[in-house]
């Protein structure tokens, strides 16, 4: 990774560390902080984030004048990103020799530790995170509207093998969601709120026209 000479900078070197595989809405900002930071170094393992045609010409220049560093992690296990981001926030406080302002983009706290390095050996640094503080309800970290419309489509497709136990159902909702981190007690909550179906006596009930409304 070629840089700038910071020695050589009389403005503040800002850098910017994006952590793109949680915070992929910042591609739509990078034209912006390409005005704003000095360099910009951006980490993923996965990535489905598209980007405009005519935006080719100016980041391939900012490529070239190696303003912008893009980096596929050749590990794509967990965390691999933020591993990345702390190797580069590393090198480059060594080349910037404590001159440079770091503002690292991502929603995970674990990052808080590099910039707390970053701070200790004289660095400016901070970490911004793009998730807003959300009121927590039933369902933690599941879209609950989401999760109720995908176990309607998935009751229509099998009415005739629904479970008729209360026990036997949250049994199905955790197999379904087994992937994510939605709780089954609260989506059979959030079910029932929504006149979905009801239970009395450990007995499920199902209201067809509800769940079908629901599944469209």
């Not at 000095?38 to 935006?55: E, R, T």
């Not at 406080?93 to 302002?101: F, H, V």
Request: aromatic share 6%; net charge positive; hydrophobic share 40%.
């Amino acid at each position: 990774m070629n840089t700038i000479d910071v020695s050589k900078e009389s403005a503040p070197y800002k850098i910017l560390l994006i952590d793109l595989e949680n915070c992929p809405n910042q591609i739509d900002k990078l034209q912006q902080n390409l005005v704003n930071f000095s360099q910009i170094i951006i980490c993923y393992a996965h990535s489905g984030v598209k980007i405009p045609l005519d935006w080719l010409v100016p980041l391939s220049a900012a490529v070239n004048e190696n303003k912008l560093n893009i980096y596929k992690m050749a590990n794509k296990g967990k965390n691999s990103a933020d591993f990345g981001i702390s190797f580069f926030a590393g090198a480059l406080m060594q080349e910037s020799k404590k001159r440079a302002e770091f503002v690292i983009v991502s929603n995970d706290t674990d990052l808080d530790h590099v910039v707390a390095l970053l701070i200790s050996q004289g660095c400016s640094a901070e970490r911004i995170g793009t998730l807003k503080k959300q009121k927590i309800n039933t369902v933690t970290n599941c879209e609950n509207t989401l999760s109720i419309k995908d176990f309607c489509m998935y009751l229509t497709t099998n009415n005739k093998n629904r479970p008729a136990k209360k026990e036997a159902l949250l049994n199905t909702i955790t197999n379904k969601f087994k992937n994510t981190n939605c709780v089954a007690e609260d989506i059979l909550k959030l079910l029932v709120k929504n006149d979905v179906l009801e239970i009395t006596n450990s007995k499920v009930k199902y209201h067809e026209e509800k769940i079908v409304a629901i599944s469209k």
